[in-house]
Structure formats: C-alpha cells, structure tokens
C-alpha cells in the first residue's frame, strides 16, 4: 500500500515533533517586513528572523510544511518530473540548536526507517570543503565514501537574499537508468531526472548582509527542506509530480474538461501539468490575500493566471475554466489547509473575474501576435520591436514574458529594453495624469473584494497587499 501525498506530510511532522520540534502551520505566501523576497519560496523564509536572533522562536526546534511559489522555475514546468512554481517544502529547523550531527542521522533516519527508502538506491552531497558532514555520513551513518559526492559553491552553497546562509548536504534518489538521459556522464548532479534531489540539509553559519558580507552567526543553524512532491514522486514510483495521488486528481480533471487523456500527448500532457501546477499556486496565492495587479506579487499571480489561460486555449478551453479547478484543488488540500475551504467562493470569484477580462482580449492578441511572427519571418529577422510588445501588454493583456513564450515557440525574441521603456513611459504619463482605464479595473477588483469583505477583516496578509492594487 503506497503512502499518499497527504500521509507523506504526517508522517514528516509527527517524525521531528517525535524529536522534539514544535510544529508550526504554514506561513502566508506573502512575506512579512521582508523587501528582499516577493514571494515565499522556502520553508526558511519566513523563519528568518529566527535565524537572525530579531526575534525569539516560540522553540529552538520547529518543524513546518510550507507553501512555496518559484517562479524562476516557471519554464521547466511540465517539462521535468520534478519542478513546479507551487510546491510544498517539509522542513526541520534548529536556531541555534542542534547542528550537523543530529540533523544528518535523523534525515537518515526518516529516509530510510520511517520511509523505507532502499538504502542502496540513495545518494549525498556535500559542499566540497566540508569534512565535517563527509565524516557523519561516512563513520555515523554508515554511507560508502562512492556515494557522497563533492559539489561547489552553486550546487552546494545555500542562500536567498540577505539573510541567514552556509553550506548544505543534499540528499538524491536514483530512479534508476530508465529514467535517465542515458548519457556517459549522467550521475548525481546531472540535469535529467533518474538521480532526482529531495532534500536539502542547510548548515546555516552565516548571515549574509546587505553589502554581501557572509557575517558568522554566533551560534549555527540548521535549516532543512524536502519537497513533497518529489518525496512522494520517489515514494509511489510514478514518473512525476504530476502523478502523485493528490496532483493527478487535479491533472485528470483537467485532462477530462478539455476532453483529453493525460499521457496521451506529449504536447498537450505539458499543457496539463503547466495548467495543474499554475492553478493550485494561483489558489493559494489568492487565499493568502494576493489579488491579480500590474505590480509585484499581484504582476505574478496575473502571469500565472494568463499563461495558464493560454495552455488552456491550446487544449481547446475557450470559456473561463480555472475557477472550475478550483473546487478540486480545495477538496484535495484542505485537510492541511482549510483556509482554501473557508475562501473557496472567494478565490473562485477572483479567477473567474480575471479569465473573463483576459478572454475579452486573447484571441485578437494571439491573433496579432501570429501576424507579428509572419510579419518577420517573411522579413527574415527574429527579434520583435519593443513597441509591438508593449501594445501587447497595455491594450491586450499580455505579460511581456508570454509573449516571449509565444515567440520563442517560434525561436524568436523581443527587444526587451524597447518594451521597458515603453513602460516606463507609459508610467510616467500614468503619474502626471491618474488614468481612467485603470481606475475601472480598480473599482472592479474592489467590488469582489466588498462581497466577502467580512471574511477578510483583520486579515493582515489581505490588508499588506491592497496597497498593490
Ligand atoms: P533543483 O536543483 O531541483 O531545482 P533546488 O536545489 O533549487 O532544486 P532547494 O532550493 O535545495 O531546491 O530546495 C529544497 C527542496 O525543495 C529541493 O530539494 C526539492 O525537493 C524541493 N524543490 C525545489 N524547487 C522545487 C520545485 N520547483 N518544484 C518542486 N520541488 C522543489
Ligand atoms: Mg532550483
Ligand atoms: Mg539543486
Ligand atoms: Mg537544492
């Protein structure tokens, strides 16, 4: 009997409160008085100020899941096994607590006892100069010397932004070869998807400050995250993570909407996984207060959205849909996050409200997008004016990095530093003179928001984002 993606997370937070941790609940996806992050993209980040000695932890010893949004991921979506821009990381962290030592022997420990993992099939890394770590996976752990792998500063260096750093252990999963590119040189590190990383052990010593300065901390840190997803990947011995029990709920729904079998196709197979991870980022991004704007978090949450609306069009889904998907989402996740429940009507409102604007004008953007990309290939050049881009995004909807999407599709580009000072021209007039158009779409989000304003009063997340709007 195979462990569901629910059962995973359990099993994950009961095994470290087993060794003493407090769990916490999920932080918000909003970061809190922290300019350097857009979005929470790690179980640490909203745990810096721990990190830090700012403020007390209500333990020396917290285990979380949390909700995550990367969006530098965004173009490997569908395409790995492994990548979302939504995914949940399971975490243990020590502030000044344990260190090494304990961590390593009880990631062993979870890994291999309370999930049986083959010890044969696992494999480590370790920052090149850390004996230390070389030494408890080989003498404590017991982990021959062929299967702990040296890797540098990029692989196994660990920091975002400012903020508390220093080097990690990772652990991987070997798949096995038929899950591999093949080639000669594949092993641990390689990109492809046989030898896939699960987990990361950060040995926090440091505190990176605004200067780039890494300042030691007076007392190490650890900070952990497993991906869900992936664990449960690697645990139902299914191709991806798009086939985990809980996501390929969401994928077949998907699949059955547009009238297409997922697996199928590798093409609209893509479309399916880009839709389903996109829709549950989406979800949450808007329970956490985030609503769909030109700006900051509000800009991704619309990319998101809209790029996701065109995957839909390419499997045929010409109504509004992803507001549809919403009830599936909630009804697997819930049980972890029952704010998705009690906000479901809410959120459904805020897509709906969104795909209804963008259909007004996707088609005839799409329309003059293709006209674009005859227009130069019968030129023969490959690089679209800056304007032509910009009159994409102001008069059509189109986030400047779908349209390049689109382009590249057909192995071409737009002269970015055009399009950007068409913006900011565009802002510059929008500050002389407030513009009506915009004022419109204001008071339209603004009046979703009174329907269920209730449900939000001294919802802080909710409140910080406004100002986006
Ligand atoms: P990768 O090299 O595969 O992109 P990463 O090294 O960027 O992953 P970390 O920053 O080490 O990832 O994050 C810790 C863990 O979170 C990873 O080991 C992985 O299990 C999970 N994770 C990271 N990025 C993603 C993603 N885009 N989708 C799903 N899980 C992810
Ligand atoms: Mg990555
Ligand atoms: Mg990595
Ligand atoms: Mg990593």
Known sequence: EKLGMNE???????????????????????????????????????????????????????????????????????????????????????????????????????????????????????????????????????????????????DNFWEIGTGPCGPCSEIYFDR???????????????????????????FTQFDKDAEGNYNPLPKPNIDTGMGLERIATIMQEVDSIFDVDVIRGITDYVGKMAGVKYGADKKSDVSLRVI???????????????????????YVLRRLLRRAARYGKLLGLDRPFLYDVVDVVVEHYKGAYPEIQERKEYIKKVIKKEEERFKETIDQGLDILDGYINDLKASGKNVLEGSKAFKLYDTYGFPIELTKEILSESGMSVDEDGYQKELENQRLRARSSRKEDNALWEKDIYSTMKDIETKFVGYEAFKSDAKVL
Request: with cysteine; charged share 30%.
């Open 8 to 154: 995973i997370r359990e099993k994950y937070l009961s095994f470290f409160e087993s060794k003493g941790h407090l769990r916490l609940p999920s932080f918000s996806l909003v970061p809190k008085n922290d300019k350097s992050l857009l979005l929470i993209n790690a179980g640490m980040a909203p745990l810096k100020p721990y990190f830090t000695g700012k403020e007390i932890p209500p333990s020396r010893r917290v285990t979380t899941c949390q909700k995550c949004i990367r969006t530098p991921d965004i173009d490997r979506v569908g395409k790995t096994a492994r990548h979302g821009t939504f995914f949940e990381m399971l975490g243990n962290f020590s502030f000044g607590d344990y260190f090494k030592k304990e961590a390593i022997p009880w990631a062993w420990e979870f890994v291999t006892k309370v999930l049986e993992l083959p010890e044969d099939r696992l494999w480590v890394t370790i920052y090149e100069n850390d004996d230390e770590a070389f030494e408890i996976w080989n003498k404590v752990v017991g982990l021959p010397p062929e299967r702990i792998v040296r890797m540098g500063k990029e």
């Open 276 to 298: 389903t991870d996109h829709i549950r980022g989406v979800t949450f991004m808007i329970s956490d207060g985030i609503l769909p704007s030109n700006e900051g978090r509000g």
């Open 176 to 202: 096995g070869e038929d899950k591999g590119c093949g080639k000669p040189t594949c092993g641990v590190g390689c990109d492809c998807d046989r030898f896939i990383e699960f987990w990361n052990l950060v």
